[in-house]
């Protein structure tokens, strides 16, 4: 079965300093990986995506992650934190067996919070 | 301009009761889905329709039935609401043709059962 998991419930980061949430995955076959974000009391915003090429994935905010086949893995990074990072971080990856229709599976979510 | 719209943003009511959030997205998207998140924020997959087909249908009780009128409205409806249907209920939608296009969620519909 595919599944992705997020191994910290919450990530404590002072401003200024790199953060990290990590990511691991299980799928047979290619994986097609995401990052979203979620502020307190809004939806989900689209942060990045790997789905083939380079194993370094830039995308919004500053955030970028990077793709380790080797060890299953999609950590979020970002060299230097801010207050306003502060938030709910989900890894997802794509469900293939269900074909195009696009389902996600999720991970359970790490909270970031970056202190002043 | 709201991408994707949910109404209502609060839904509270009583055990037993029938009741509708309804969806809009204005980005020109073919496909559109339903997320329940729990009280501990895990996010699940319910529904979703491709130009108004049902496409996913996970394991969800009957007593939900989205309905999608056209490809940019996709509503749900809960019939007898039970304790546990409380959640926040989040709309999405997505490009069609390319499954690893991203979702747009909507603000989602917080709803709780009394």
């Known amino acids: 079965a595919q599944s992705v998991a997020q191994p910290e419930d919450q990530v404590n980061v002072a401003e200024g300093n790199p953060l990290t949430v990590k990511c691991t995955y299980s799928?047979?076959?290619?994986?097609?990986l995401f990052w979203y974000v979620q502020y307190p009391n809004r939806g989900l915003q689209f942060l990045l995506k790997?789905?083939?090429?380079?194993?370094l994935v830039k995308g919004s905010y500053g955030f970028e992650a990077e793709f380790n086949k080797s060890q299953t893995s999609f950590h979020l990074k970002k060299p230097s934190a801010l207050v306003s990072d502060s938030a709910l971080y989900f890894c997802?990856?794509?469900?293939?067996?269900?074909?195009?229709?696009?389902?996600?599976?999720f991970g359970q979510g790490t909270t970031l919070q970056v202190k002043p | 301009d709201t991408a994707v719209s949910q109404t209502p943003k609060y839904l509270v009511t009583q055990m037993g009761n029938d009741k509708s959030i309804k969806c809009e997205q204005n980005?020109?998207?073919?496909?559109m889905y339903w997320y329940k998140q729990d009280s501990k924020k895990f996010l699940k997959i319910m529904f979703s329709?491709?130009?108004?087909?049902?496409?996913i249908n996970e394991t969800v009780p009957n007593r939900f039935s989205p309905k999608s009128p056209d490809k940019a409205h996709l509503n749900l409806h809960i019939n007898s609401l039970e304790l546990g249907d409380s959640a926040v209920y989040f709309c999405?939608?997505?490009?069609?043709?390319?499954?690893?296009?991203?979702?747009?969620f909507g603000d989602g519909t917080r709803l709780s059962i009394l």
């Open positions: 999405a939608s997505s490009r069609q043709g390319n499954p690893n296009q991203p979702q747009h």
């Open positions: 799928v047979s076959g290619n994986p097609y």
């Open positions: 790997y789905i083939t090429g380079d194993n």
């Open positions: 997802a990856v794509r469900d293939i067996k269900s074909g195009n229709t696009g389902k996600l599976i």
């Open positions: 980005l020109g998207h073919d496909t």
């Open positions: 329709y491709n130009n108004k087909e049902l496409i």
